[in-house]
């Protein structure tokens, strides 16, 4: 009864930590001051991503290290190889040869006379037509088919769906922006200032339409003694390692299946209807 029990508690445990590693989200805090700056959250666990940190730079310099040494003794043996074979080649050459005989001494071949020759070349015609080069007949090479338009287009309806899941499961929050728009001329200030204002005002709705998005603070201002533009970004993003993954998983078999040539699944167009009609 202990066995079991004690079984039975593990594998409950081990489930137990998939479903919290996998419904745990993985956060991403983002910020731009001059300088890009992002960090990945999972659990307790975190990391700087950008800038690169002193440890990760060092790790660069070990795996340079690394990376020379072994070229360093890739040259050393090639280059030993190539002295073994050039003393080897040098051996060979020194040895004495044995005289050659003279053209003269060298009996020719004996062709038979008569009705022998005949048959003779017509053994060596049948013998060249059985040794024909197979390169020369021309093989159809079998190969993957070149992507259409019509392909295209079918992967790209078959991803969209598992896409815009993905999108929608995506939370973009705690965002501020501050952004102050220079130039050198007023004129060109205010066209630039323009151009900020509906750009900014543009993203902001394509985000709201498709992700959950939240925001603290965006105010953007024009200063006309500023000869540069300065921006100042943050914002945080988190989604559930569960949900990144199923959208990759069947969006990655869909476009799989539509390039195989297989027809898009319907989804519930029953459910659709009876909506529309509600």
Not at 35 to 57: D, N, Q
Not at 61 to 86: F, S, T, V, W
Not at 223 to 229: A, H, V
Request: aromatic share 6%; net charge positive.
């Amino acid at each position: 009864m202990t066995a079991a029990v004690i079984a039975i508690s593990i594998i409950a445990f081990i489930v137990l930590l998939i479903v919290l590693l996998l419904t745990a989200y993985v956060k991403l805090e983002l910020e731009y001051d001059s300088e890009p700056f992002v960090k990945v959250k999972y659990l307790i666990f975190s990391r700087i991503l950008m800038p690169e940190t002193k440890s990760a730079i060092r790790r660069k310099k070990r795996k340079e290290k690394r990376e020379k040494k072994k070229q360093e003794k890739a040259e050393k043996k090639r280059r030993k190889e190539l002295r073994g074979q050039h003393l080897k080649s040098g051996k060979k050459s020194g040895k004495n040869k044995p005289p050659q005989k003279a053209a003269s001494a060298q009996k020719a071949p004996q062709v038979p006379k008569g009705d022998g020759a005949k048959n003779v070349g017509a053994k060596t015609a049948a013998d060249k037509s059985k040794n024909v080069n197979i390169s020369d007949k021309t093989i159809p090479k079998k190969g993957k088919p070149k992507p259409d338009l019509d392909m295209i287009i079918n992967c790209v309806n078959a991803a969209k769906p598992h896409v815009k899941k993905l999108f929608k499961k995506i939370r973009i929050y705690d965002v501020f922006a501050e952004i102050v728009v220079g130039g050198d001329d007023a004129a060109k200030t205010a066209l630039s200032y323009g151009t900020h204002c509906a750009a900014i005002n543009g993203f902001i709705a394509f985000l709201k339409n498709n992700v959950s998005f939240q925001t603290k603070k965006i105010d953007i201002k024009a200063d006309f003694d500023l000869e540069k533009s300065n921006y100042y970004v943050y914002g945080k993003v988190k989604l559930r390692l569960c949900t990144l993954l199923s959208c990759l998983i069947w969006g990655y078999s869909a476009v799989q299946g539509a390039m195989n040539g297989e027809p898009p699944k319907e989804k519930e167009q029953s459910n659709k209807t009876a909506k529309k009609a509600a």
